[in-house]
């Protein structure tokens, strides 16, 4: 359908519906399909962290995510994200100690989580703590938390099993103040060793522990690299409720979701059909580099963000 018609039927299917469903923020007029955060580790890289926000709420996004926000105080943040009325809908647990990711600290850049790895349950849980005072003092829903790389000596069936109850732990504790934990599978071309890198594999982890508030973090580029055949994905894993989190980015480049070999218009659609209404993280690295390259590669998503 052309931009006009796809407008028109969505604002004929809200009025269909009423008052069950909420219009989203991010559009300027109402519709069935999720809303878009930029994802400040990825985007608008030539300005400091904290400059960012606001480049991102110029630009329309309502709603931001980050890798790691630990190199900021958690006031600020909240202060920053108050006054531009923005939503922090998704961030990292520290990728190794809660001691490295501390403000004036250098974090180990080689980290890749803690989650999956035997002998450092502590590291994880004290990782998981200053996550979740985060995403308490910022109102953000919901914390990623990384599995960590394979290596040599632990088996994998060490690994599964501590993954599976540190897993455990860490949805009851983010229960208890209302934060959501996921796990992303991630190709192993950019992170070789990843422990997670299949969907069906991030599935049966979260039906193993059986919690309501572990959910997967479905990143299409990710998905494309190891396993593609997306549309059946989709179909198959958003119904069971078990996905809390999508991002997106080009493939193979991971630039702008307008070029490369993935069509998000078609992907679009289809998760307009199945109903998804959560959010979409942007996290791709802009083909321009140069400063303002983020603001002028949105042309993509201009129909979907409104002008603030």
């Known amino acids: 359908m052309v931009p006009a018609l796809v407008q028109a039927e969505r604002v004929r299917l809200e009025h269909a519906q009423g008052s069950r469903r909420a219009p989203a923020r991010t559009l300027g007029y109402h519709r069935a399909m999720p809303q878009f955060a930029a994802n400040l580790s990825w985007l608008y890289t030539d300005l400091p962290f904290m400059a960012r926000f606001e480049a991102a709420a110029r630009d329309g996004f309502s709603g931001v995510e980050c890798m790691f926000p630990y190199e900021a105080a958690p006031a600020e943040l909240a ?35 803690t989650a999956a790895l035997p002998g450092r349950e502590d590291d994880f849980r004290d990782s998981v703590e200053l996550a979740l005072e985060y995403a308490a003092a910022l109102q953000c829903p919901r914390i990623h938390l990384m599995a960590g790389l394979m290596a040599q000596g632990p088996s994998p069936q060490a690994m599964h099993a501590t993954y599976v109850d540190n897993l455990l732990w860490a949805a009851a504790k983010a229960a208890k103040v209302g934060v ?18 299949r969907q069906d594999q991030a599935h049966a982890v979260v039906q193993e522990v059986g919690s309501d508030n572990l959910k997967v973090q479905m990143d299409i580029y990710h998905c494309q690299i190891v396993e593609g055949d997306l549309t059946t994905m989709l179909r198959q894993s958003l119904p069971t409720g078990r996905v809390g989190h999508m991002q997106i980015a080009g493939v193979p480049q991971r630039h702008e979701p307008d070029v490369g070999e993935v069509n998000y218009t078609y992907l679009f659609s289809v998760l307009d059909e199945l109903a998804y209404d959560g959010w979409i993280g942007c996290e791709y690295r802009p083909r321009d580099a140069n400063p303002g390259g983020t603001s002028r590669g949105l042309s993509w998503i201009r129909p979907w963000l409104s002008a603030r």
């Open 79 to 113: 202060t920053r994200l108050r006054d531009l009325g923005l939503t922090m809908v998704l961030f990292n647990g520290p990728a190794g100690t809660a001691a490295q990711a501390a403000p004036g600290t250098t974090p180990d850049p080689s980290a890749r989580g």
């Open 180 to 197: 959501q934990v996921l796990i992303e599978p991630i190709n192993a071309r950019d992170n070789p060793g990843y422990y997670l890198y």
